[in-house]
C-alpha cells in the first residue's frame, strides 16, 4: 500500500511514522493522559486498516487527520490537542516555502500526483517539466498574492475548483475560436515575420499548423478552427495546377485539350488535399508548444458552412481529413494507432444524415471513422439552430461562446476563464435539508464563485495586446494597435466566463435518495440545473459580462473533489463512496441505461448548460457494425445538440495485441495490463480513451482510472 506525501511523490505506507508521532504527543502530557503502547499500535493498525480500504494512495494530510480521529475516539484529549499544535507547527514551517520540494520531485520524476495530471502530456520530458514548474511557481503567487484568502481556502477544501491556477499568474485567457479565415485572407505576423496570404493550398495548410501552435503557445486552453476556412486555397491550387499542366501540354508538343488539362489537374489537387490533410494531423500531433504539449486544436467539419458553389471543394477537404484519422498515425514501433489530436467534430445536418442524401457518403465515413478512432464527435445542425439559431463550433472540448443575434460573428471570440462550483459537497453540508441546499448554494455562488470569476476577469482586464500579438494584433482573435488594452473584447457578449458545475448525479442522490434519472430526482436536478442559469443571467446583467453555465470536464478534478468530500463528510453510499464524482448532468458511469435513453435523458441538461457541455454512449467495438453506429449518429441530429460515442482503441506493443488494454487492482492500486501477454508498463502500451472531450493518451490518476474502468456499455 502507497501513500502520497506532500511533495507528490508515492512511496510505500509506513506505519512506523504514525506511531512516532503519536508517541511525540504522548511525551507532551502528564502519563495518565497518555495513550498506552497497545493503543497506539492499535491506532496504527486502524489507520492502516482505513487507508487500505479506500482503494487509492492517500495523502499525508489525510492520513494525520485519521490519526486525530482515532486518538479522539480514546479520548486522550490532551494528547490529541499535543497532537494538533505539532501539526500546526510542522504546517507553519513548510508554509515559509510552498514551491521547492513540489518542483524537486518533478524534476527527479517521481512526483505521483503530477505523473497523473493531465493525460496529454508526459511529465517526464524535459519541455513538459519546465512548464510545471513554472505552474508551480504561478500557483504558489497565485494563493499568497493574487487571490483573496476565502476563494484559496474554498478551493483547497473542494467547495470549488479555480481551474488553471498554474496560469493565473499571467494574463492568459482560456479557449477560443481561431479566425482562421482572417488570418490566411489577410496575412499575419509570427514571430515578427510576415506571412502573407497563401498561395497554394499546401501553404495554407502549412500556415494553419503554425498558426495552431503559437496560439496554443498564447493560451492556456483549447482552440478550434474550421475547414471552411481553408476551402477558398482549394481553387487557388486549381487554378495553379491547371496552368501547370496547361504549360507542360505545351512543352511536350501535345494537343491542348481543356477537359483532360482539368482531369489532370483535379487529380493533383486531390493528392495535394490529400498531403495538406496528412500535414495538419502530423503536425498537430508532432508539434510542441510552450506548455510542453501537442496544441488542444479542434477542426470543424460542416457542409453548409460555405456556399453551395464552394460545397464540392469543402467535402474533398472533409473526406480528406476522414481518411487521414482513419489511417491513424504510426507509434513508435510504426503501428498505425489512435491519435489524440486534433479532435474532429462533424456536424449534421438534412443534406448528409441520412441515406439517400448529397453528402451521406461524408457521414458513412464519419461513422468508420469513429467506430475505429473514436472521432469525430457530431454536433446536430438541426437542435443547435433550435437550441442558439446559430450552427458554430465549441472552443476546444465543449466550452461554447453564448449567440451573436446581431452579427452572427463567432470566429475570433474566446472564453475568459473557469471557476467550478462542486455542487455534491453543498448537498451534503445542507444535511439533507432542502432550505438549508438552496441557503448553502446562494451563498457559495454569490460569495465564492462570482468574487473568483471576477478575479479571472480582472486579471485579463487591462492587457495591452502585446502580451500576444498573434491573438490580439494579427488576426487570430483580432487586429488591436500595438500597446491598445483588450478589454473591449470583455464585454458586449464578445466573450464568454464560465460557471462550471460538477456532480448533479451525486448531489441528486443524496438530496433525493434517487438517481438524476428518475423522479423526483430528474426535477430538483432540473430546478438547480435552472438556478445556476438563473444566477448566470443576473451576474450579466449586473456586469455586461458573458457569463454561462458550463458543463466541466473534471479531468484531474473529479479526484480531487472525490478526496475533499470523503475527507469532510466521510463514506456515503451512492455519494462520497467512489474515487472520483461524475461530470456535470452526466448519468452515472455505473447506472444501466441504453444509449437513446441517455442521449434523450441527459438533452434537457445540455439545453441548460449552454456555456458547454457534450454527452457521450459508451460502445464496443463498432467496426463491423457501421449500421448501428449511423442509427445513433442519427439520433443524436434529432435529439441532442452535441454527442460523441466512446470505443477503445489500444496497442500492446510487447507483444503487439490490438484491442482493449484492461484495468486491473494490484496491492490497492489500480494498473493497466494486456489481457494477451501480462505486460504492464506503460511505456510499452498505447491507450486511448475519452476522459474529458478530449482523447487521453498518457493515462490517468487513480480517481479517473476507477472511473473509467467502472463504465457500463450503453449499446
Known sequence: MNIIKRSGQEVVFDGTKIINAVEKANKEVPEHERLTEGQVSELEKRVEEICAKMGRAMNVEEIQDLVENEIMRAQKFNAARKYITYRYTRGLVRRANTTDKQILSLIERNNEEVKQENSNKNPIENSVQRDYMAGEVSKDITRRLLLPPNIVRADKEGLIHFHDSDYFAQHMHNCCLVNLQDMLMNGTVISKTMIESPKSFATACNIATQCIAQIASSQYGGQSITLSHL??????????????????????????????????????????????????????????????????????????????????????????????????????????????????????????????????????????????????????????????????????????????????????????????????????????????????????????????????????????????????????????????????????????????????????????????????????????????????????????????????????????????????????????????ITNSYHVHVTEEIDAFDKLKFEAQFQKLSPGGAISYVEVPNMSNNIKAVLTVMQYIYENIMYAELNTKSDYCQACGYEGEIKIVEDQGKLIWKCPNCGNTDQNLMNVARRTCGYIGTNFWNQGRTQEIAERVLHL
Open 231 to 580: 476551402v477558398p486555397f482549394v481553387d487557388v491550387s486549381r487554378k495553379k495546377l491547371r496552368e501547370a499542366v496547361r504549360e507542360e501540354f505545351e512543352e511536350e508538343g501535345i494537343e491542348l485539350d481543356e477537359e483532360k488539362i482539368n482531369n489532370i489537374a483535379e487529380k493533383r489537387l486531390r493528392r495535394e488535399i490529400q498531403d495538406g490533410m496528412q500535414t495538419i494531423q502530423y503536425q498537430v500531433e508532432t508539434l510542441m508548444t510552450t506548455n510542453g504539449q501537442a496544441p488542444f486544436i479542434t477542426v470543424f467539419m460542416w457542409i453548409n458552412e460555405v456556399e453551395e458553389a464552394s460545397r464540392h471543394d469543402l467535402a474533398m477537404l472533409i473526406e480528406a481529413m476522414l481518411e487521414e484519422r482513419l489511417r491513424g498515425v504510426k507509434n513508435a514501433k510504426g503501428v498505425y494507432i489512435t491519435p489524440a489530436f486534433p479532435k474532429l467534430i462533424y456536424c449534421l445536418d438534412d443534406n448528409n444524415t441520412y441515406e439517400g442524401s448529397e453528402y451521406f457518403y461524408l457521414t458513412e465515413l464519419a461513422a468508420r471513422c469513429t467506430a475505429k478512432r473514436m472521432v469525430p464527435d457530431y454536433i446536430s445542425a438541426k437542435v443547435m439552430r433550435e437550441l442558439k439559431g446559430d450552427i458554430y463550433p465549441c472552443m476546444g472540448c465543449r466550452s461554447f461562446l453564448t449567440p451573436d443575434p446581431n452579427n452572427h460573428k463567432y470566429y475570433g471570440r474566446f472564453n475568459q476563464g473557469v471557476v467550478t462550483i462542486n455542487l455534491v459537497d453543498v448537498a451534503c453540508s445542507s444535511g439533507k435539508d432542502e432550505e438549508k441546499f438552496w441557503e448553502i448554494l446562494e451563498d457559495r455562488l454569490e460569495n465564492i464563485c462570482y468574487p473568483a470569476l471576477m478575479a479571472r476577469h480582472e486579471r485579463l482586464k487591462g492587457t495591452p495586446s502585446d502580451v500576444a500579438p498573434i491573438l490580439w494584433q494579427h488576426g487570430a482573435l483580432a487586429r488591436l494597435k500595438p500597446g491598445e488594452r483588450i478589454d473591449k473584447l470583455l464585454y458586449d457578449n464578445y466573450s464568454t466566463i464560465s460557471l462550471g458545475y460538477a456532480g448533479i448525479c451525486e448531489m441528486t442522490r443524496y438530496m433525493k435518495g434517487c438517481s438524476h434519472t428518475e423522479e423526483p430526482g430528474t426535477e430538483f436536478a432540473l430546478k438547480v440545473m435552472q438556478y445556476l442559469n438563473d444566477k448566470c443571467a443576473q451576474w450579466r446583467e449586473k456586469t455586461n459580462i458573458s457569463f454561462s453555465l458550463y458543463g466541466t470536464p473534471l479531468e484531474s478534478t473529479t479526484y480531487k473533489f472525490a478526496k475533499c468530500l470523503q475527507k469532510r463528510f466521510g463514506i456515503i453510499k451512492g455519494v462520497t463512496d467512489k474515487n472520483y
